[in-house]
């Protein structure tokens, strides 16, 4: 008995070592990534530990394990609602650990300070299959399953691009090199109890070098969301977000899926726009809700930002996110720009 229990103590220290010996190699590994996209000065990331996390998910899924499910192979990574600290928290455990997953938690430290990026409160790196992010917890889940049911207003979807808008417009501009997020897409942005839009999953982004206007780097992103130039050429622009914002924007502007019945959403949209059908185009379950002109107004001014965004030929014939942001603000406001004012920005 007392042998069998000394080899129980053993192994137990033995794992503890070899968790010590992975947050300091992966620490480390994070350190060249923050050194790397910020030039030495970074936001404070704090650090928890695997049994902290497992209490955490313990006290809101006592049946879940954080160390046994992420050895699934399915997923990049996978989400979990917890309690730490007595607040509820949102926790991001990755299948594997690799370069993404440093850049992930590297940016959203940076972001962090923005009120419409999904702030990062800390991470784990002592987890065996991969590292995990924790995250404030988005009250109202996220955006692909709120437009897929419909319970979006029209009020709530422009406010969100809105939203959405700024936040990118702050990863390209606020550092001393654009960040690019390279996946845009409802699937990475949540909504809390108040319905502000937060923005995350940042393990694709990557910065252009200073006095340079594009990096050519390996195609990487979701299908449909995906700049065709970046897909033709390997160059990454700024222009690459505003792409698959536009597609964003439609999907918002119509309830659709990327592919529906076959149909790309662009090539939907362009073709009724081409026959005047814009009513048409507006998601049955917010249309004509509240008979107001002024939603037709701005659905008709939404959707030709949403054109301009998803040029397929040419970069330079799409507005800066910058631009894009400022226009829909003006919408949201209702003050709508003639056409040859936004035509010329």
Known sequence: MERKGRRIRLDKKMHKRERQRMFLDRGGELLEELTAFCNGRSNPIMNF???QLQKAIDDYHPSLSLEILTDLEDFEFKWYEGI???RLVFIKSFTRCTKEVYRDIVVSSQMSSHNKVLKLLGCCLEIPAGPALVFEYPGIGCLERLIQDGSLTWGTRLKIAKEIAN???YLHTAFPRPTIHRDIKPQNIFLNQNYDAKLSNFSLSISIPEGESKVEEEV???LFFLDPVYLRTGFVTEK???YSFGVLLLVLLTGRITIQEEIFVIHYAKDLDEEDQVNEIVDPRIRGKRGEAIDQQQQ???LEVA???TNPFSREDRPLMIEVA????RIERSIIVAPKLWTSL
């Open 307 to 309: 054109l301009r965004c």
């Open 220 to 222: 990487s992103g979701t």
């Open 49 to 51: 530990s695997l049994n």
């Open 84 to 86: 730490l600290e007595q």
């Open 326 to 329: 400022k226009e829909l603000q």
């Open 167 to 169: 936040a990118v417009t």
């Open 300 to 302: 008709q001014a939404f």
């Open 240 to 242: 690459t977000d505003v």
